[in-house]
Nanobody, 122 residues
Framework: VQLQASGGGLVQAGGSLRLSCAAS????????MGWFRQGPGKEREFVGT????????IYADSAKGRFTISRHKAENTVYLQMSRLKTEDTAVYYC????????????????WGQGILVTVSS
Protein backbone atom coordinates (compact mmCIF):
# COMPACT_ATOMS: atom_id res chain seq x y z
CA VAL A 1 0.00 0.00 0.00
CA GLN A 2 1.25 3.43 -0.90
CA LEU A 3 -0.19 6.61 0.53
CA GLN A 4 0.01 9.96 -1.23
CA ALA A 5 -0.88 13.05 0.75
CA SER A 6 -1.75 16.43 -0.67
CA GLY A 7 -3.29 19.75 0.25
CA GLY A 8 -0.84 21.35 2.64
CA GLY A 9 0.29 24.94 2.54
CA LEU A 10 0.19 28.26 4.26
CA VAL A 11 -2.97 29.50 5.96
CA GLN A 12 -3.76 32.28 8.38
CA ALA A 13 -4.81 31.58 11.91
CA GLY A 14 -8.53 31.03 12.06
CA GLY A 15 -8.61 29.68 8.55
CA SER A 16 -9.30 26.24 7.16
CA LEU A 17 -7.43 23.67 5.15
CA ARG A 18 -8.20 20.20 3.89
CA LEU A 19 -5.62 17.48 3.51
CA SER A 20 -6.17 14.45 1.34
CA CYS A 21 -4.50 11.08 1.37
CA ALA A 22 -5.01 8.69 -1.51
CA ALA A 23 -4.17 5.05 -1.04
CA SER A 24 -3.14 2.58 -3.67
CA UNK A 25 -4.04 -1.01 -3.03
CA UNK A 26 -6.92 -2.52 -1.15
CA UNK A 27 -8.14 -1.10 2.13
CA UNK A 28 -10.23 -3.50 4.14
CA UNK A 29 -13.08 -2.67 6.46
CA UNK A 30 -10.98 -3.75 9.43
CA UNK A 31 -8.32 -1.19 8.63
CA UNK A 32 -8.04 2.31 9.95
CA MET A 33 -6.58 5.42 8.40
CA GLY A 34 -4.97 7.88 10.73
CA TRP A 35 -3.43 11.31 10.73
CA PHE A 36 -0.40 12.30 12.75
CA ARG A 37 1.64 15.46 12.89
CA GLN A 38 5.05 16.62 13.97
CA GLY A 39 5.54 20.24 14.90
CA PRO A 40 8.88 22.06 15.01
CA GLY A 41 10.99 20.60 17.79
CA LYS A 42 8.22 18.24 18.84
CA GLU A 43 7.61 14.55 18.71
CA ARG A 44 5.11 13.11 16.29
CA GLU A 45 1.63 13.10 17.76
CA PHE A 46 -1.70 11.52 17.01
CA VAL A 47 -4.35 13.74 15.41
CA GLY A 48 -7.15 11.32 14.67
CA THR A 49 -8.18 8.16 12.93
CA UNK A 50 -11.13 6.69 11.07
CA UNK A 51 -12.26 3.11 10.91
CA UNK A 52 -12.46 2.35 7.23
CA UNK A 53 -15.52 0.13 7.35
CA UNK A 54 -17.71 1.89 9.88
CA UNK A 55 -16.46 5.40 9.29
CA UNK A 56 -16.29 6.12 13.00
CA UNK A 57 -13.57 8.40 14.24
CA ILE A 58 -11.33 9.04 17.21
CA TYR A 59 -9.64 12.38 17.76
CA ALA A 60 -6.90 13.73 19.94
CA ASP A 61 -8.06 16.40 22.34
CA SER A 62 -6.22 19.02 20.32
CA ALA A 63 -8.30 18.15 17.26
CA LYS A 64 -11.73 17.71 18.77
CA GLY A 65 -14.24 20.25 17.56
CA ARG A 66 -11.90 21.71 14.94
CA PHE A 67 -10.76 18.80 12.78
CA THR A 68 -12.86 16.27 10.93
CA ILE A 69 -11.68 13.06 9.34
CA SER A 70 -13.72 11.48 6.59
CA ARG A 71 -13.17 8.96 3.87
CA HIS A 72 -14.36 8.25 0.37
CA LYS A 73 -14.30 4.48 0.11
CA ALA A 74 -14.72 4.28 -3.64
CA GLU A 75 -11.77 6.58 -4.18
CA ASN A 76 -9.63 5.04 -1.43
CA THR A 77 -9.09 8.50 -0.02
CA VAL A 78 -9.13 9.87 3.49
CA TYR A 79 -9.47 13.54 4.32
CA LEU A 80 -8.50 15.75 7.20
CA GLN A 81 -10.60 18.89 7.28
CA MET A 82 -9.03 21.43 9.60
CA SER A 83 -10.82 24.57 10.70
CA ARG A 84 -10.18 27.36 13.18
CA LEU A 85 -6.51 26.71 12.72
CA LYS A 86 -4.05 27.93 15.29
CA THR A 87 -0.36 28.72 14.95
CA GLU A 88 0.35 25.68 17.12
CA ASP A 89 -1.19 23.51 14.41
CA THR A 90 1.87 24.24 12.29
CA ALA A 91 3.43 20.87 11.60
CA VAL A 92 4.26 18.25 9.06
CA TYR A 93 1.17 16.09 8.75
CA TYR A 94 1.26 12.40 7.93
CA CYS A 95 -1.43 9.97 6.91
CA UNK A 96 -0.99 6.35 7.81
CA UNK A 97 -2.77 3.03 7.67
CA UNK A 98 -3.21 0.55 10.48
CA UNK A 99 -4.29 -2.95 9.41
CA UNK A 100 -5.26 -3.80 12.98
CA UNK A 101 -7.94 -1.17 13.40
CA UNK A 102 -8.14 2.21 15.03
CA UNK A 103 -5.23 3.22 17.21
CA UNK A 104 -3.69 6.35 18.58
CA UNK A 105 -0.20 4.86 18.57
CA UNK A 106 2.01 5.48 15.59
CA UNK A 107 3.80 2.17 16.11
CA UNK A 108 0.57 0.40 15.13
CA UNK A 109 0.55 1.97 11.68
CA UNK A 110 2.38 -0.02 9.02
CA UNK A 111 2.08 2.28 6.04
CA TRP A 112 2.86 5.98 5.90
CA GLY A 113 2.47 8.72 3.39
CA GLN A 114 5.04 11.39 2.82
CA GLY A 115 4.77 14.26 5.22
CA ILE A 116 3.01 17.38 4.10
CA LEU A 117 3.71 20.77 5.61
CA VAL A 118 0.97 22.91 7.06
CA THR A 119 2.00 26.36 8.20
CA VAL A 120 -0.41 28.53 10.15
CA SER A 121 0.58 32.18 10.32
CA SER A 122 -0.56 34.67 12.94
Amino acid sequence: VQLQASGGGLVQAGGSLRLSCAASGRIFSSHAMGWFRQGPGKEREFVGTIRWGAGTTIYADSAKGRFTISRHKAENTVYLQMSRLKTEDTAVYYCAMCPRGASGYDREYDYWGQGILVTVSS
